[in-house]
C-alpha cells in the first residue's frame, strides 16, 4: 500500500485565495482525520470522518474552512478566502476502527501552506 | 474528557545514553494509548501502541513503553540512543469508550548530544 496520500506537498498562495488540499486514504480504512501543525498551536484536530460522514468538526476554526468526503477514497480540505494566519503544515491521517488490532492512525507526509 | 501532558517540552541527552519520555493521561473510561515521532519535515509515524494485554509494550526502533494504570502513565524508554533519534516524539490516547479520535500531547522533542 503507498499510505496515505496528501497533495500538494507545498502551497504558497495569496490572501484571499481559495486554497484546495486533497487526501487519498488507505485502502480500507473506514476513519480519516485532518490536522493542522503549528509552533504555536501544535497538533489540532481540525475535523474527522468515519464511513464518509462527518462526525466531529468542533475543530474546524471558522466558516472559511470546509472538508468533504465524497468517497471512501478521497477527501478535500478547502480554505476560501485564505488567510496569512492560516499557514501551517496539514496533515491527513486515516485508520481502522479501534475494534481492530490494528487500529492505528497513519499519516501522510503533509501539505505545508504558506498564505501571503 | 481524556487529556495527555507531556511534561518535558525538550529533552537533552548524549548518545548512547538511555532515555525517558514522560506521559500522563486522564480518562475515566479504559484507554488505548500510542506514542508516535515525527522527524524534521515530515509526517508521524507510529512508534508503539498499548492496546490490551502486557502492560509492556516494544515499538520500533528499540523504544518500548510501560503502561500503568494506576500511575495514568506510559513513558517511552530506550536504552541506548543514537542521533537518527533526533525528533520529536508525541504521546496520545484514544478520546472515549467509542470513539476513533485520539487525542495527542504537545510533544517532546529529543535532542541527541554527540
Known amino acids: 500500500d503507498a499510505g496515505v496520500i496528501q497533495s500538494p506537498r507545498h502551497e504558497v498562495t495569496e490572501m484571499g485565495q481559495e486554497v484546495t488540499l486533497r487526501c487519498k486514504p488507505i485502502?480500507?480504512?473506514?476513519?480519516l482525520f485532518w490536522y493542522r501543525q503549528t509552533m504555536m498551536r501544535g497538533l489540532e484536530l481540525l475535523i474527522y470522518?468515519?464511513?464518509?460522514?462527518?462526525?466531529?468538526d468542533s475543530g474546524m476554526p471558522e466558516d472559511r474552512f470546509s472538508a468533504k468526503m465524497p468517497n471512501a477514497s478521497f477527501s478535500t480540505l478547502k480554505i476560501q478566502p485564505s488567510e496569512p494566519r492560516d499557514s501551517a503544515v496539514y496533515f491527513c491521517?486515516?485508520?481502522?476502527?479501534?475494534?481492530?488490532?490494528?487500529?492505528?492512525?497513519?499519516f501522510g507526509s503533509g501539505t505545508r501552506l504558506t498564505v501571503v | 474528557a481524556q487529556s495527555v501532558t507531556q511534561l518535558d517540552s525538550q529533552v537533552p541527552v548524549f548518545e548512547e545514553a538511555p532515555v525517558e519520555l514522560r506521559c500522563n493521561y486522564s480518562?475515566?473510561?479504559?484507554?488505548?494509548l500510542f506514542w508516535y515521532v515525527q522527524y524534521p519535515n515530515q509526517g508521524l509515524q507510529l512508534l508503539l501502541k498499548?492496546?490490551?494485554?502486557?502492560?509492556l509494550v516494544k515499538g520500533i526502533n528499540g523504544f518500548e513503553a510501560e503502561f500503568n494504570k494506576s500511575q495514568t502513565s506510559f513513558h517511552l524508554r530506550k536504552p541506548s540512543v543514537h542521533i537518527s533519534d533526533t525528533a520529536e516524539y508525541f504521546c496520545?490516547?484514544?478520546?472515549?469508550?467509542?470513539?476513533?479520535?485520539?487525542?495527542f500531547g504537545k510533544g517532546t522533542r529529543l535532542h541527541i548530544l554527540p
Open positions: 491521517a486515516s485508520s481502522l476502527g479501534r475494534t481492530d488490532d490494528n487500529y492505528g492512525y497513519t
Open positions: 485502502s480500507g480504512h473506514n476513519s
Open positions: 470522518f468515519n464511513n464518509n460522514v462527518p462526525i466531529d
Open positions: 480518562s475515566s473510561v479504559s484507554v488505548y
Open positions: 498499548y492496546l490490551s494485554g502486557s502492560t
Open positions: 496520545a490516547v484514544t478520546a472515549g469508550n467509542r470513539d476513533d479520535k485520539i487525542i
